[in-house]
């Protein structure tokens, strides 16, 4: 392919296409008195940069979005804005790959990143965490429902002698229990029990609502 073929292709001016050229990111020689340049390597140059474009319309950078994301494209997978972003990638050292003045996270990479904390998560995780949520309650919640502290709630889950009662669960960086290990723990000793003055009357009723349920489903069995 010649400079000015190159040039087309990519929409450029004529001091545009040399100077591309003369960057070396594809391979390119003289024949017989002119600059070709070598298809496949530009090809394969084409595929890992996202600034130039074709006129035919063919998307650039498909190998490059293969194994990476941009900052917009982990900022629209986050739901969150740029400057959100760049302040993850400083503070958790999370590698990066500069390509054309653009900075690439590498997939594995923000992967590793993403499994390692629960405060951010994709709209997915979000869904799945909402189901979650509604079948667990927090340390707080839990505080309300004994009418105790939150300290003298993780007494209680420290405690080996209702720590077995318990699975921890921890949504967006708060730590939660089920709503069936708390029904099963108000059944399986006689200590604590759910505070008659509550605020949280709703969630109460939903705890209620699972005992009453599991005990007809004992009886049932039964």
């Known amino acids: 392919m010649t400079v000015p073929e190159m040039g087309?292709?990519?929409?450029?001016?004529?001091?545009?296409?040399?100077?591309?050229?003369?960057?070396?990111?594809?391979?390119?020689?003289?024949?017989?008195?002119?600059?070709?340049?070598?298809?496949?390597?530009?090809?394969?140059?084409?595929?890992?940069?996202?600034?130039?474009?074709?006129?035919?319309?063919?998307?650039?950078?498909k190998e490059l979005k293969a194994w990476s994301y941009s900052v917009p494209?982990?900022?629209?997978?986050?739901?969150?804005?740029?400057?959100?972003?760049?302040?993850?990638?400083?503070?958790?050292?999370?590698?990066?790959?500069?390509?054309?003045?653009?900075?690439?996270?590498?997939?594995?990479?923000?992967?590793?990143?993403?499994?390692?904390?629960?405060?951010?998560?994709?709209?997915e995780d979000r869904e799945k965490d909402a189901i979650v949520e509604e079948a667990t309650i927090t340390m707080p919640e839990m505080a309300r429902l004994l009418g105790l502290t939150r300290s003298q709630v993780y007494q209680i889950l420290r405690n080996p002698k209702y720590s077995h009662f318990f699975e921890t669960i921890v949504i967006a960086e708060k730590k939660r229990i089920t709503k069936e290990n708390f029904q099963k723990f108000l059944e399986g000793q006689n200590q604590f029990h759910l505070a008659p003055a509550n605020d949280y009357e709703e969630l109460a009723l939903g705890i209620l609502h699972l005992m009453k349920h599991h005990i007809w489903q004992k009886s049932a069995e039964a």
């Open 73 to 123: 494209e982990i900022a629209e997978i986050l739901e969150i804005n740029d400057t959100v972003v760049y302040d993850l990638i400083n503070k958790n050292n999370m590698e990066v790959v500069v390509v054309d003045y653009w900075k690439q996270i590498p997939k594995d990479s923000f992967q590793k990143w993403y499994d390692s904390q629960s405060r951010y998560r994709t709209k």
């Open 8 to 61: 087309k292709l990519l929409g450029l001016k004529k001091t545009d296409r040399y100077w591309l050229v003369h960057k070396n990111v594809f391979e390119s020689k003289e024949i017989a008195g002119k600059m070709r340049i070598n298809i496949a390597s530009f090809e394969k140059w084409y595929a890992n940069q996202i600034k130039y474009h074709k006129v035919t319309g063919e998307e650039p950078g």
